[in-house]
């Protein structure tokens, strides 16, 4: 187990008709600018539910927060946030609004003269931020108890995401019953991003830190569970409420406490799909993550036959077998779970997308891999896998 410090400082309140705690969770007397999207959240009754609970306070709103938040958009909400003076942000919606909220936070403090872009363009660390509080409506991303962030920039066509300490939320809310609303397609996005958070970090831990990788195989386990029963019982709330809290401690750092490495290669390459092509990000993961464990697979040869035992429950006479299976039952769930998994069926041409990503991760110089020697050889490799 190698050295770590965990601290996750965010506030989780979950559960039914939790809402109303705001007025207690807000600190008293601060303004408050109410970000949302494209209005789902009025909707379902939860715009209500914060109007009514922040009724004693100073609130004003932003909205029309797009998936894949944008730049252009984030730095309209952090000038309105900065002429308003608002002093405490607070985000309801999914890993987008939560997203641009940190972004918002940040870029309402930046030096007017500075463009805040270079915190993830240049990795600048972030000096200050907003202090922000959530209600999550798409449980999925675990942007609710992280401090990450993923900004698309509309003029250069990047997808780049930054992190910082300061963008923890101070609180989160969680009610199952904000999900009942959630369009079966983003139901099905968000259980395939919570496995894929698990499995870039757990891909690389075999034998470093058992009690960490035994929490992966939990959340694994209890995802494949639980997933299929709330896609034919999209109405049961127990199965709502259990996604709900695997995909918040999918990425909430402590998954990655004592392991050596972690491995977010299918992240980034399915961010880059996401930009140029449009495709959720779950569904970019769904296409990227089986190629980049078949390209990896003697690399990761240890966590993959861990994982066809302990998960899959496979018996196959030799490893290779073993951890060949593991990446096609992946590739099974994630169909199951109603994505598509390959290039093609998206109609993307495998070979300009991997120059696309190979050009732009090159400029960046980006490298992938849990050794970060990934370059453009096996990118390129990586997409003929997918294709
Ligand atoms: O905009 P509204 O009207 O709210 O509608 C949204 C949106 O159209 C809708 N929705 C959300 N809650 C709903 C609902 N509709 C009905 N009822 C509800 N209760 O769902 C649509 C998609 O929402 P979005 O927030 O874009 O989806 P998701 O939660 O999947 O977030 C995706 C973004 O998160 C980033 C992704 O890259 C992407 O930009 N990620 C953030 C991470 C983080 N901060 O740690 C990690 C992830 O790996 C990911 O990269
Ligand atoms: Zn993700």
Redesign the pocket.
Same mark, same amino acid.
């Given at each position: 187990m190698i050295n770590f410090t965990y601290h996750n400082p965010v506030k989780i309140v979950f559960g039914k008709g939790t809402i109303p705690e705001l007025k207690d969770l807000v600190p008293s007397g601060h303004k408050v600018m109410l970000l949302?999207?494209?209005?789902?959240?009025k909707?379902?009754g939860?715009y209500d539910q914060i109007r009514n609970a922040l009724s004693e306070f100073d609130v004003t709103e932003f909205s029309g927060?797009?998936?894949?938040?944008r730049y252009e958009t984030c730095m309209r909400a952090a000038a309105q946030a900065k002429e308003q003076k608002a002093q405490f942000l607070l985000a309801?919606?999914?890993?987008?609004?939560?997203?641009a909220a940190?972004f918002i936070a940040v870029a309402a403090l930046y030096d007017e003269a500075v463009d805040p872009w270079e915190i993830m363009e240049h990795r600048k660390p972030v000096a200050a931020a907003l202090p922000i509080g959530m209600v999550v $409506?798409?449980?999925?991303?675990?942007?609710e108890m992280?401090s990450?962030?993923?900004?698309?920039r509309e003029s250069s066509g990047e997808?780049l995401?930054f992190?910082s300490p300061h963008c923890y939320p101070k609180f989160s809310i969680l009610d199952p019953e904000?999900?009942?609303?959630?369009?079966m397609r983003?139901v099905e996005?968000?259980i395939v991003?919570t496995f894929?958070?698990v499995m870039e970090q757990y891909m690389c831990a075999a034998g470093s830190a058992p009690l960490t990788e035994r929490q992966a195989e939990a959340l694994l386990l209890t995802v494949i569970e639980q997933a299929p029963k709330l896609l034919a019982n999209p109405k049961d709330y127990e199965l709502r409420a259990n996604l709900m809290w695997c995909a918040t401690i999918a990425?909430n750092g402590s998954l990655g406490c004592g392991v050596e490495t972690e491995d977010w290669s299918s992240?980034m390459l399915?961010?880059e799909l $996401?930009a140029r092509y449009g495709l959720?990000?779950?569904r970019s993961?769904a296409v990227m993550m089986p190629a980049v464990h078949r390209h990896q697979l003697k690399r990761k040869l240890p966590r993959l036959v861990q994982c066809a035992a302990r998960v899959w429950n496979i018996s196959a006479i030799n490893d290779l077998v073993r951890a060949d299976k593991a990446v096609d039952r992946m590739e099974e769930f994630f169909r199951q779970t109603g994505m598509s998994t390959r290039l093609y069926e998206y109609k993307i041409d495998a070979n300009e997308a991997a120059d696309i990503t190979v050009e732009r991760l090159s400029k960046r110089g980006v490298m992938l891999g849990e050794n970060g020697d990934l370059g453009p050889k096996e990118i390129r490799e990586i997409f003929m896998l997918a294709k």
């Open positions: 949302y999207g494209g209005g789902s959240i909707q379902n939860v927060i797009e998936p894949n938040p309801a919606g999914g890993g987008s609004v939560m997203d940190k $409506t798409l449980p999925g991303t675990g942007s992280n990450f962030s993923v900004i698309s997808k995401a992190g904000t999900t009942f609303s959630i369009p983003q996005n968000g991003d894929a958070h990425l992240h399915g961010h $996401t959720d990000h779950a993961l």
